[in-house]
């Protein structure tokens, strides 16, 4: 199905021509959301922006162009507001329509271009040592952009760029060597890494020299040592797999997990094409990619004097290696805001290598727990599964006040979807430029902006259908859509125009523009409820307030897929 905003905009390009069959400056036309339901559904300053090349007042050109409006069943009405403006009303038996469409068939993005591949980069954890909540911004946004994007058509490829290759696995070896409890670590080789890890790092402030002994392990890995190779090799193991349990526990996955390591081979020959091709120049030692002064940005360097490469020289092995081996559409990058420098620096040496592409780096700001930033360094870090535990006990405690009487089974499962629901929807239902403080009370709250409000609004939907079968009444997907009070109409249209915040939010990288349609749309449906009969009602009503609630509950879930949100049956 063709978005209605295409459709609307393709009858006001028909009237256009009529007026002007000479004007081609499709530029100016574009609709936009109304900024208030009074004033319709869209709205376009098309009369305002092309007035001079039709030579008459933006207000003649706008009623002229709704003079020619072609005769159709999707706009109901246009009309001029102040200067020039156009206002759009969609027709109430099209809405009607088209919520009944949405339940056979998908939307159609084909207007974007969605060719080629669309390689992700998310996640992408240090490993060596266990996944913190440090890591879950990254992990959560990253596959709701997966997500919206697999939705629209994109082929995405999520990649995993894990740091597999840095000092940490020197600093693991060194601790392997001196501290390691055998039996601890057959039984449990995660907590027993984790924990000479933590030994290292109390041991060096003492001994200094461990960090120099750490530094050499390391290299000799790189150079290939078979003995070190192979702890390397068990390690990342170790911690990928345990990285793996809590993607799995996410419901998040990857397709590549092209770490550094994989990239390491690729370093020495980009370093000498750029150097070759005059791009990196030597100073003091080291190779360095200097900018012009407008860019604004620090010299960059790819090789430092003692000849060890950086993570930009990594970054950008890793650029080359996607102009090479994909049809690239875009190539994104989803990490803090600290790493802004380092992807400009490697986005422009691309571009002058001529391994350019369409770079988007998608940055978030801070996440804190109860007003409590965490760090490594200050050693407050939450473990990712101290977290889970306790997102799942709390919903439990909430489902079980709710709705006691639930076998013990689904309680367990409804607390899982709705703990972790939680925790995701509090990250991705805000703006992800902001720096955000999470707190249980917020995120498991019924009301407001919330996963359990929106969970709950289809658990509600589905129980309206569970007494439609108790009640011996049916369910009739063919009936007709009687679209009656205001709210009908209103919560139609949200539901016939969500695609349009899909592409939205993927136009700006932003999850939080779904979740606040979503909102808006559980609201209404639940004024609408409140308000409206609906098991009481006639039967060609109850039909169509049947259908109504059944596309609410349809887009309910497939938005909060869209975040990674499961939804359950009853809660
Ligand atoms: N491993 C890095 C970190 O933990 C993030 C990597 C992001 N991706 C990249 N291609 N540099 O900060």
Not at 347 to 356: C, K, S
């Amino acid at each position: 199905m063709k978005l209605v905003i295409i459709r609307a905009a393709e009858l006001i390009r028909m009237a256009i021509e009529k007026v002007d069959p000479d004007f081609n400056d499709w530029g100016k036309l574009f609709l936009q959301p109304a900024s208030s339901e009074k004033f319709g559904h869209y709205q376009t300053n098309f009369a305002m922006a092309a007035a001079k090349s039709f030579g008459k007042p933006p207000k003649i050109v706008a009623e002229s162009i709704i003079a020619a409006m072609p005769e159709n069943d999707v706009i109901e009405k246009l009309e001029v507001a102040g200067p020039g403006f156009i206002n759009v009303f969609l027709n109430t038996a099209f809405l009607g329509r088209s919520v009944k469409d949405t339940a056979v068939s998908k939307w159609n993005f084909s207007h974007i271009n969605t060719a080629g591949d669309v390689v992700i980069d998310y996640s992408s954890p240090n490993i060596a040592k266990p996944m913190h909540a440090g890591h879950l911004r990254t992990t959560i946004i990253g596959d709701s952009i997966k997500r919206i994007m697999t939705y629209m058509g994109y082929h995405v490829v999520a990649d995993n760029h894990l740091g597999d290759w840095g000092t940490q696995f020197g600093k693991l070896i060194v601790a392997y060597r001196n501290w390691l409890n055998e039996d601890n670590y057959k039984s449990d080789p995660i907590h027993e890494l984790e924990r000479i890890y933590i030994k290292f790092g109390e041991e060096a402030e003492n001994f200094p020299e461990l960090e120099d002994m750490a530094r050499s392990e390391i290299k000799k890995v790189q150079d290939g040592d078979p003995v070190n190779m192979a702890l390397w090799k068990e390690f990342v193991e170790i911690t990928l797999n345990e990285c793996k349990r809590i993607y799995k526990y996410l419901g998040i996955d990857f397709d590549t997990y092209y770490g550094e390591s994989f990239y390491h081979g690729m370093m020495p020959e980009v370093v000498k094409e750029l150097t070759d091709r005059k791009i990196a120049v030597e100073s003091e030692g080291a190779l360095v990619v200097f900018f012009d002064e407008s860019e604004n940005l620090h010299p960059c360097i790819i090789r430092k004097k003692d000849g060890a490469y950086l993570y930009s020289t990594s970054d950008l092995a890793t650029v080359k290696f996607k102009a090479a081996n994909y049809r690239m559409n875009k190539a994104i990058y989803v990490t803090d805001d600290r790493q802004e420098a380092h992807f400009k620096q490697v986005f422009r040496i691309a571009q002058i290598a001529g391994w350019g592409m369409d770079f988007v780096h998608v940055t978030f700001g801070v996440m804190s727990f109860n007003g409590i930033i965490l760090s490594t360094r200050a050693g407050n870090t939450i473990k990712l599964e101290e977290l889970f535990a306790e997102a799942e006990s709390r919903a439990y405690a909430v489902v079980n006040e709710k709705n006691p009487d639930l076998p013990e089974d689904e309680k367990r499962n409804i607390a899982k979807c709705v703990g972790i629901g939680a925790l995701k929807y509090s990250d991705l239902s805000q703006n992800r430029s902001s720096n955000i403080d999470f707190s249980w009370e917020k995120a498991l709250s019924f009301e407001g902006n919330t996963a359990p409000y929106l969970q709950y609004t289809y658990a509600r939907i589905r129980s309206i259908f569970r007494k439609v079968t108790e009640n011996g009444l049916f369910f009739d997907r063919s009936a007709r859509m009687i679209l009656e009070t205001e709210l009908e109409k209103q919560i139609a249209a949200s539901i016939v125009r969500f695609p349009e915040c899909v592409e939205k939010a993927a136009e700006f990288y932003k999850p939080n523009l779904i979740a606040d349609h979503l909102f808006d749309l559980a609201q209404k449906f639940s004024s609408f409820y409140n308000s409206t009969p609906i098991l009481k009602s006639e039967h060609d009503i109850l039909q169509s307030r049947l259908n109504l609630a059944d596309a609410v509950a349809r887009t309910m879930k497939t938005g909060l897929d869209l975040l990674g949100i499961e939804v359950v049956e009853r809660m």
